[in-house]
């Protein structure tokens, strides 16, 4: 049997220890069932009769603001690019804290010029040097203070080829040598040299800082409030030169299917302009247009307060007011809304006739709806039935409570609009743009 370490010894975890008995236990040392042992690496010490173990490992990695991360793009929202941090420049190769493994970058935060959507400035799986600004309540940074942040390397969406740097064409800045897919992206003075960057790098001039976009490249770069597959530059699949796919042809209606330009920038034509919406903002009451149409209870943001809750600015009296508006407009138009409940724990066997016969008998129906495999077709086991009145659907809830459909109890519930309760910040912002493009994807 190894005999106890003493002061001075290597410890590591699960080390019985030699104690005295006037020893007190301190630092990674434990009295355990058969005696004292370590529970952590490092050396053994006594120090003012305390019994310890000084440390040799490093102390977990957490990212600070002001650091500078290399990351891979993994999403790009609306109107923020989420990034997976690979790396923090000049602290030790350690693993991150949960909580740090991503970030997003705003917008406008990216490059010096008037960009829509993240998506027309960089796009899935390109490798970006970024500065970290905000830690919480979510990591948020930047790239657009410094010539060597911006994206590092790039690889084609078309053939998966690195990108190369180009000047010959308005608008765009980089190529791919071996297919025509041609884009733009928001380079770093270090895209595609690496770690380190020389110093007479002079990359980021091609980003045309402060210039606008040329009249072609507005017809085809994202529009406010879109999403950023709507944009045949934001769109990570495809490249400028490349067509418009037919489904969101046929969406937009004025596009011409197959690429109207012969195959040009963007092979789409122009776009027809979105109808817009009168509205009262719900967060300052103004006056304002929106391109979907206000749900009463759903977030309807002007512009300014719009930015405001998506910068994480809005105060919380103003998030607090705002939901009190939303829950009385919420409130008032209950019984014209109707209800829509979740039911769940289908059979999959059952069909859409079936839950109507099984619904109907509790009020008027407006729709029933079994949700289903796009590839297969088959029923994923749940679905949403809408009732015409909100007192008939309480009603149904109450009545229909611990039905059975062969021998399968169902989850009957009011279904709730997606994202629940307004969280201000990320969720508010997000949630007004979701509700205009989020309804024709869910048709």
């Known amino acids: 049997m190894t005999s106890p370490a003493n002061v001075g010894t290597f410890v590591v975890p699960g080390t019985a220890i030699l104690k005295n008995d006037d020893d007190s236990?301190?630092?990674?040392?434990?009295?355990?069932?058969?005696?004292?042992?370590?529970?952590?690496?490092?050396?053994?010490?006594?120090?003012?009769?305390?019994?310890?173990?000084?440390q040799k490992t490093d102390p977990i990695r957490e990212i600070e603001i002001g650091d500078v991360v290399i990351g891979e793009v993994n999403?790009?929202?609306?109107?923020?690019?989420?990034?997976?941090?690979?790396?923090?420049?000049?602290?030790?190769?350690r693993t991150l804290p949960a909580t740090h493994l991503f970030a997003d970058i705003f917008v406008a935060k990216i490059v010096d010029k008037f960009m829509p959507s993240p998506g027309d400035a960089m796009k899935k799986r390109d490798l970006i040097r970024a500065k970290i600004e905000q830690l919480s309540p979510?990591?948020?940074?930047?790239?657009?203070?410094?010539?060597?942040?911006g994206i590092i390397r790039a690889i084609c969406p078309a053939c998966g080829d690195n990108l190369v740097t180009s000047s010959?064409?308005?608008?765009?800045?980089?190529?791919?040598?071996?297919?025509?897919?041609?884009?733009?992206?928001?380079?770093?003075?270090?895209?595609?040299?690496?770690?380190?960057?020389?110093?007479?790098?002079?990359?980021?001039k091609l980003n045309r800082d402060g210039e606008r976009w040329s009249d072609a490249s507005m017809a085809f770069i994202s529009k406010d409030g879109e999403?950023?597959?709507?944009?045949?530059?934001?769109?990570?699949?495809?490249?400028s030169v490349h067509s418009t796919p037919k489904d969101v042809a046929k969406f937009l209606g004025g596009l011409q299917q197959g690429g109207g330009r012969g195959g040009g920038r963007g092979g789409g034509g122009q776009r027809p302009r979105r109808e817009m919406h009168a509205a009262k903002c719900t967060?300052?009451?103004?006056?304002?247009?929106?391109?979907?149409?206000?749900?009463?209870?759903?977030?309807?943001?002007?512009?300014?307060?719009?930015?405001?809750?998506?910068n994480g600015d809005a105060s919380k009296e103003e998030l607090a007011a705002e939901r009190e508006v939303l829950n009385k407009a919420r409130e008032s138009a209950k019984e014209t809304m109707g209800m829509k409940l979740f039911i769940g724990g289908l059979p999959y066997s059952t069909t859409e006739e079936q839950l109507t016969e099984l619904f109907v008998?509790?009020?008027?129906?407006?729709?029933?709806?079994?949700?289903?495999?796009?590839?297969?077709?088959?029923?994923?086991?749940?679905?949403?039935?809408?009732?015409?009145?909100?007192?008939?659907?309480?009603?149904?809830?109450?009545?229909?409570?611990?039905?059975?459909?062969?021998?399968?109890?169902?989850?009957?519930?009011?279904?709730?609009?997606?994202?629940?309760?307004?969280?201000?910040?990320?969720?508010?912002?997000?949630?007004q743009n979701d509700r205009g493009k989020g309804r024709r994807d869910r048709r």
């Open 25 to 54: 236990l301190g630092r990674g040392v434990v009295e355990a069932r058969d005696g004292i042992v370590a529970t952590v690496v490092g050396t053994l010490n006594r120090e003012d009769g305390v019994l310890y173990v000084e």
């Open 75 to 93: 999403r790009i929202n609306a109107k923020t690019a989420e990034i997976k941090i690979l790396h923090v420049e000049g602290k030790p190769v």
């Open 138 to 149: 979510m990591l948020r940074a930047e790239c657009r203070s410094h010539s060597d942040l």
């Open 168 to 204: 010959s064409e308005p608008d765009v800045n980089v190529v791919c040598e071996r297919c025509d897919y041609v884009g733009f992206r928001a380079l770093s003075n270090g895209f595609g040299h690496g770690y380190l960057i020389p110093e007479d790098s002079t990359i980021t």
């Open 227 to 239: 999403r950023p597959y709507l944009s045949p530059l934001s769109d990570h699949r495809r490249g």
């Open 283 to 310: 967060m300052c009451g103004t006056d304002t247009k929106l391109p979907f149409e206000p749900t009463p209870g759903i977030p309807a943001r002007c512009s300014p307060c719009k930015e405001k809750v998506d």
């Open 361 to 431: 008998a509790h009020g008027e129906l407006k729709e029933v709806h079994i949700a289903k495999d796009k590839e297969t077709g088959n029923s994923k086991g749940f679905a949403f039935v809408t009732y015409k009145s909100y007192k008939e659907g309480e009603a149904a809830i109450e009545a229909l409570k611990g039905t059975k459909i062969d021998g399968r109890k169902l989850t009957i519930q009011e279904s709730k609009p997606k994202g629940g309760r307004d969280r201000g910040g990320r969720g508010g912002g997000r949630r």
